[in-house]
């Protein structure tokens, strides 16, 4: 049976789909799976319509599907029933005629029911023959070729090689090419066509820029924002290092399998890459991604607070890596794909099992190294003065602990950075600053390395279990903090967690009492922190009920040892200059191991009602036995299930997202749901094809390269008629449609148009530049500068409460969720800013200052502009209409008395040509 | 034309227009400003209500921070009697955790219109409209917080990053003006905690963003041309216009659509200036208002409300006021109630008053859904000793016009003004309930977003045909 111009059924009737029963089951999964799916607890009649089993099953009346027989198939009966109340769906639109003609004809055929598409391993494809064998460049050509042979489609011409060049460089780098590019490419092309398309393709994806532009691409799948948002827009700190780690990745071509470990455990990984520019531990940054999330400052409930902070990782991890939307099943088993709730819990567990900190990179163990030549010192020089030193008493072995709830041992605990690197055993003597001292019981000290180690080391975590958390410490510059369930937001605003963050600057022994009773029975750890010139030590954590000083557990006597003080001082002068050459470290926001932890099923997604627990592992979907760890997180061995070649969907959703990034659409059209609710693939066979290569070598660089270099990307965007009246969606890709330039790629334009562009790379971002109109709380005090410095978008400040209203009325993504697929949007206030923003008018003036001095003739003036702002020569009518504008708008100009009225006319004309669509619409 | 009769025809193509027009690109945009069309429609927008809606626009007037229920709308008079004395019933978290003793109100309530609503010394103005209102005691949030509560009453999740239910109305309905934005914000001065997030088109396009206008000055950010004199724009743009026509020899779509929108962008240059002069107005409605009220605040507010029916006379289809900032703080009275109250009061009474009454005088108010709604409430125990904090368990809202029965009461809190009990409204209800008057059914208005068809109610909401006409 054929179905008419059904433009989903079109690649089903040219054999290109995987079958009818992809399209089936979309329509199901759309229709039907809500009351009849996955989700055991509002199924409807306990009928399922997701499973072969369901589907075959028998009611009173018959069976739902009787392959081969539509007439006796309930299923076909329930949805054309005249009685609306009895008819399927019971709510919503009806099925359509040509939804149940596709029913019937499924029916009819057998009723084959196959695993979902997306989740069957992928599959090595052999390229189709074709007719027209002159056409394809690469093997991908075949399969559009292909497609459209079978539907009788022509492919479009290609395009110009002068808008081919424009288009390759917005593509892969945002930015168009400058006149020499452009000249060169036209000599070379004229000689070799394939030569220079490679060239500048190489030279393209050899650019530092092109990490700039296609790391933009990813920073909208992890939601990256640089504040927090909420009431007062706090900042998230350090969160700009994860973006140049993006920009690095993409530049270096890291292999994406390795791309995504470094991402979930880059913090795991036994072989951590070195920043050959920096010496920094370049495995790690990547990490900071889990954190990019907004956050609010005083949740009254703060577990449920914890539980969304977990739901929006798990929802970007499970989008933007798999396609999947695991989130959906935080409340119920997924209603339309099978990702049971206990999947949701099962990888809530890993980030249970994880915390949140900002690490303490050492530029090439330079800090560590500057340490080990101090302690070589120190041994040489100053141990002597107290080796002598008689030993204490002591009657407590390990003291530092938390007296009601577990052993103290100190393996247990978690150090970070430099400075905590053992303890002090009970009755050793030891040099803090410029004093020797002998303690009665056993220490954590910051400053035994020394004053300028920095770190934090925190506890194992615990249940609090008293009114009161008690410290008996000493320090300087220092502080202790308690994290409950995982909250840090009371770093800006104490209200509600007032107690939590304690500084310790008294060094002589004293106790600290923190004021937790309000949260008894919730998961906490300690954090101790020494993150400058400072330290800290600790003798003893315990609980009690009331504030006042508890009864430790061992007294705690100190002395100060005799010694030879002057010649303390001496070898001390020795030792400063030492120390005063240890750098600071680098910090970074990043991910560390915790106590290792399951996380309970909430049922109905509330926190309060806790169901089983659940182990660690990987969604079941993937099919990957991913090995439990009761010792770690486990989040190494989850990394490595998703960056698996034999993961069904690692392969397939990158493949597709550069694809849908270079082609405009993807291959599936919902980049980020591969599940039964997205749209199947126009072309499953070339996914695959794409996805097998892309797993060879994971390089997304050569994946660039394959598609841009095809014939395929190489063509026009003015169909072939008869192609554009059969196919009008163009879903056989007969031509390439014309895009818009995204949001930065406008800005940046503008930027390289004018030659006003910075090309400095990397840093702190530029601080936004804020409006009369961008108001409310959290707005920073100043306002950033109006052309950013002529630095690229990516480089400017991400503040959720403040986001570019240029930016914005271009469609940049709320930084919220994974967005593989920015809306283009085609609106007045576009427009609006180009004719009236005063950043868009400034450059045009710098434009034409420049253009003053650079060219004296106005045709030549007139031809640098067309080839900096649109790659190509304008017509003589263009020359004419540019010149006579000229001519008018500067005795306008003059008859106003302005000064300079030739240089205001050339701004205003290019004004006029950045206004022309041209401008931001790339056929 | 649709039967309705207020949805505008398709958008002429660019060509059709050029070929109506001799002038090139300034002419043909004056042209449109005085009547030919083009039409902002809603971009992938249904733009065809479900069924015959009730009303045709929204003023939603966001009373930031929570004005207290007890003080306003849902007197409590066990109050008065355990002033003073330990809350008795079960507390639930708050947001500063300083909860001190049952509070009483410290204004008087007195009976208003023929229906008789009960309404508190802060709003004499307002109690003149009383038979207007239909006043729901039993609203509900999910959140004690600010932003979430604000993220929750505007897009239904308490999170940023979903769409306004101004965007949505834009993208269900399309426009109505060919000039001005579809959804628009009227900023007073306070941005609502959670920024600009909250007037968001989301995963809708930004089309349907709100379009922030400030109640002063020029109004709209991008609207005045930078050039000293119109005529240099006009040069400029239609230089544009050629330069386009000449390059773009072939037909495409997106950029028919873009010049389309470039022609309506010149318009807006007008008529954002022209819907600020209100000086035009007379006398009466100045005073009524408040525009020359002694107290600043008032005029700014008076300014939006008054600008408020200016938009929806023009067609635009969602109109949000916030307040303005009043000595001391929004409507978030956590000490010093009585003051801060007062004073917010007195921004927003005069105005609102007038704006009902100009509505109904104007025959707009059974067209304009006009709705009066905060985050949360306020607690009926005390915060420290003067002031209240956040309450999400029950509190009052209003709306009037557009389809909703004025003069009546729906539901309840129990005696101590704490908890929604009888018929508890929640957010996704309200939501549900505006979109039906518009002529949207919220289960049917979705999008196909990250897996799932994403609705304004979520999967929440019900119609509250209870308050309907």
């Given amino acids: ?923 | 034309m649709h039967p309705c009769g207020r949805h505008l025809d398709a958008p002429l193509s660019r060509r059709d227009m050029l070929a109506r027009s001799a002038g090139g690109f300034g002419s043909v945009a004056l042209a449109s400003l005085f009547g030919n069309s083009i039409v902002q429609a809603g971009t992938g927008g249904i733009t065809l209500p479900h069924h015959v809606p009730r009303a045709r626009s929204v003023i939603f007037l966001y009373m930031d921070g929570g004005p207290s229920q007890m003080d306003t709308f849902d007197p409590k008079p066990r109050l008065i009697k355990e002033h003073g004395n330990p809350f008795p019933m079960q507390i639930e978290a708050t947001q500063f955790d300083d909860n001190g003793m049952t509070l009483q109100s410290p204004w008087k309530f007195s009976h208003h219109g023929e229906c008789g609503h009960q309404i508190s010394e802060l709003f004499p103005h307002v109690a003149t409209c009383a038979d207007e209102l239909c006043i729901v005691r039993s609203m509900t949030s999910k959140f004690s917080e600010h932003t979430n509560a604000n993220y929750f009453l505007h897009t239904g999740l308490g999170l940023a990053g979903r769409p306004s239910m101004g965007a949505w109305a834009s993208y269900g309905l399309g426009s109505e003006t060919r000039d001005l934005p579809s959804f628009v914000v009227l900023n007073g001065g306070l941005t609502p905690p959670g920024g600009l997030d909250c007037f968001s088109s989301g995963f809708l396009p930004a089309t349907h963003q709100g379009s922030v206008l400030k109640p002063d000055g020029y109004g709209m950010a991008h609207v005045t041309p930078a050039e000293v004199r119109a005529s240099l724009q006009e040069r400029k743009l239609e230089l544009t216009g050629r330069l386009d026509d000449v390059a773009s020899g072939q037909q495409d779509q997106a950029i028919e659509a873009a010049i389309a929108n470039q022609e309506m962008a010149f318009r807006m240059q007008w008529a954002v200036p022209e819907l600020m002069q209100i000086e035009g107005e007379s006398k009466l409605t100045r005073d009524l208002y408040g525009l020359d009220a002694s107290y600043e605040p008032t005029k700014i507010f008076g300014r939006q409300c008054l600008l408020a029916r200016r938009l929806v006379e023009r067609g635009v289809r969602f109109v949000e006021l916030t307040c303005p900032a009043v000595n001391g703080d929004r409507w978030d009275q956590h000490n010093n109630l009585r003051e801060g109250h007062e004073n917010n009061a007195r921004a927003v009474d005069q105005p609102i008053a007038g704006l009902l009454k100009d509505l109904r005088a104007r025959g707009l108010l059974d067209e304009t859904l006009v709705v009066w709604a905060a985050e949360f409430g306020r607690t009926p125990f005390a915060q420290g000793s003067d002031g209240r904090d956040h309450n999400p368990f029950g509190y009052s809202i209003w709306l009037a016009g557009g389809g909703v029965q004025g003069g009546m009461t729906y539901g309840s809190t129990d005696e101590f003004g704490y908890r929604a009990e009888e018929n508890p409204l929640e957010v996704h209800d309200l939501h549900a309930t505006m979109l039906h008057l518009l002529g949207l059914d919220h289960t049917r208005l979705s999008v196909p977003v990250g897996g799932r068809d994403m609705r304004l109610t979520d999967v929440h909401g019900h119609v509250v045909s209870d308050i309907l006409i």
């Avoid at chain 1, 020797?436 to 609090?464: C, D, E, N, V, Y």
């Avoid at chain 1, 006042?548 to 070898?571: F, K, N, R, S």
């Avoid at chain 1, 770690?632 to 061995?637: D, P």
Wanted: glycine letters at 6%.
């Fill in chain 1, 1 to 923: 049976m054929l179905i008419l111009p059904n433009i989903l059924a079109l690649p089903l009737m040219l054999g290109l789909s995987n079958g009818e029963a992809a399209e089936v089951r979309s329509l199901l999964a759309s229709k039907c799976f809500a009351c009849h799916g996955p989700d055991a607890e509002t199924r409807e009649a306990g009928l399922r319509l997701d499973t072969l089993d369901g589907q075959r099953s028998r009611s009173r009346s018959g069976s739902i599907i009787m392959p081969g027989d539509p007439e006796a198939s309930l299923l076909l009966k329930r949805v054309q029933h005249e009685d609306p109340d009895r008819r399927m769906p019971p709510e919503g639109v009806p099925l359509t005629p040509d939804e149940i003609a596709l029913l019937t004809s499924w029916i009819e055929s057998g009723a084959d029911w196959p695993t979902h598409w997306a989740w069957e391993p992928v599959k090595e494809i052999e390229v189709p023959e074709i007719e027209g064998t002159e056409w394809p460049r690469d093997d991908l050509d075949h399969f559009i070729l292909a497609g459209l042979e079978a539907a009788n489609l022509q492919p479009a011409d290609d395009t110009s090689p002068s808008n081919w060049l424009r288009r390759v460089h917005f593509d892969l780098i945002g930015l168009p090419p400058d006149e020499s590019v452009q000249d060169d490419f036209m000599d070379s092309f004229r000689e070799d066509p394939d030569q220079a398309r490679k060239m500048i393709v190489d030279e393209l994806l050899a650019s530092d820029h092109f990490g700039e532009h296609w790391g933009r691409h990813w920073l909208d799948l992890v939601r990256y924002a640089e504040t927090c948002g909420h009431e007062f827009d706090y900042p998230i700190p350090h969160a700009w290092r994860y973006r140049d780690w993006v920009i690095r990745a993409f530049n270096a071509d890291v292999p994406y399998d390795r791309f995504l470990v470094e991402h979930v455990a880059g913090d795991l990984v036994a072989d951590p890459r070195i920043d050959p520019a920096t010496s920094l531990n370049d495995s790690l940054p990547g990490t900071g991604f889990w954190f990019l999330a907004q956050g609010t400052h005083a949740p009254v409930d703060v577990r449920q607070d914890e539980a969304d902070r977990i739901a929006n990782q798990i929802g970007v991890f499970g989008k933007a890596f798999s396609g999947m939307t695991i989130d959906c099943a935080r409340c119920h088993d997924h209603k339309f794909d099978p990702i049971p709730t206990q999947d949701y819990y099962a990888l809530s567990g890993y980030l249970q099992s994880s915390r949140r900190r900002n690490a303490y990179l050492d530029p090439g163990g330079e800090i560590e190294e500057r340490l080990r030549q101090l302690a070589e010192q120190k041994q040489i020089l100053t141990a002597p003065l107290y080796s002598a030193a008689a030993p204490m008493d002591h009657s407590i072995e390990n003291d530092v602990m938390l007296v009601e709830s577990f052993e103290s041992d100190i393996d247990d605990w978690f150090p970070d950075g430099q400075a905590f690197d053992e303890t002090i055993p009970a009755g050793h003597a030891y040099l803090q600053d410029d004093r020797i001292l002998q303690a009665s019981s056993g220490l954590i000290h910051s400053g035994m390395r020394s004053s300028r180690a920095q770190g934090t080391i925190r506890s194992p975590s615990f249940k609090i279990n008293g009114d009161y958390l008690h410290h008996r410490v000493k320090g300087r510059a220092s502080r202790i903090r308690v994290i409950i369930d995982g909250f840090i937001m009371n770093e800006y605003n104490p209200l509600l967690f007032e107690d939590c963050l304690k500084n310790v600057d008294n060094e002589e022994w004293h106790h600290i009492a923190q004021k937790v009773g309000k949260y008894q029975g919730h998961t906490a750890w300690i954090e101790y922190s020494d993150d400058g010139d400072g330290w800290i030590a600790i003798d003893e954590i315990r609980f009690s009920d009331d504030a006042g000083e508890p009864v430790w557990t061992g007294p705690l006597e100190e002395l100060e040892p005799a010694h030879d003080q002057e010649q303390l001082e001496a070898y001390l002068q020795t030792l400063n200059e030492m120390e005063s050459s240890i750098a600071s470290p680098i910090r970074v926001l990043a991910i560390m191991d915790g106590t290792p932890e399951d996380e309970y099923v909430f049922i109905r997604g509330d926190h309060k009602q806790v169901g089983p627990r659940i182990t660690r592992s990987a969604p079941s979907i993937w099919g990957m036995p991913t090995p439990s760890s009761p010792d770690s997180s486990g989040r190494l061995e989850l990394a490595k299930s998703l960056a698996s070649p034999d993961n069904p969907l690692t392969s397939r959703v990158m493949a597709n997202r550069i694809w849908h990034h270079l082609m405009g659409k993807g291959i599936v059209t919902t980049v980020d749901d591969f599940g039964a609710m997205g749209q199947p693939p126009t072309h499953p066979e070339l996914l695959d094809h794409l996805a097998t290569r892309f797993q060879s070598d994971w390089s997304m660089k050569n994946m660039i390269r394959d598609v841009v270099l095809s014939r395929t990307y190489g063509m026009s965007s003015q169909p072939d008629a008869g192609s554009a009246s059969a196919d009008p969606a163009n879903e056989l890709w007969h031509h390439r449609p014309t895009r818009r330039l995204n949001a930065e790629a406008v800005r940046d334009a503008i930027l390289t148009t004018s030659g006003t562009l910075n090309t400095e790379t990397g840093g702190p971002p530029v601080a936004v530049h804020l409006t009369g109109f961008m108001t409310g709380r959290g707005r920073p005090g100043a306002s950033g500068p109006l052309d950013g410095n002529g630095r690229r978008t990516i480089y400017q400040e991400v503040r959720r409460n403040f986001l570019s209203p240029l930016l914005l009325a271009f469609d940049f993504p709320l930084p919220s969720e994974t967005a593989g697929k920015r809306s283009i949007s085609n609106v007045p206030a576009q427009s609006l800013i180009l004719m009236n923003d005063p950043f868009v008018h400034d450059q045009c003036h710098k434009w034409a200052r420049t253009l003053q001095e650079e060219h004296d003739d106005p045709e030549d003036r007139v031809m640098a502009m067309y080839r900096m702002a649109l790659a190509r020569y304008p017509s003589e009518q263009e020359q004419e209409l540019a010149l006579d504008f000229i001519k008018e708008q500067s005795q306008a100009h003059r008859q106003l008395d302005h000064e300079e009225p030739e240089l205001a006319a050339w701004a205003d004309l290019g004004h006029a040509i950045i206004n022309v669509k041209e401008f931001i619409y790339i056929p």
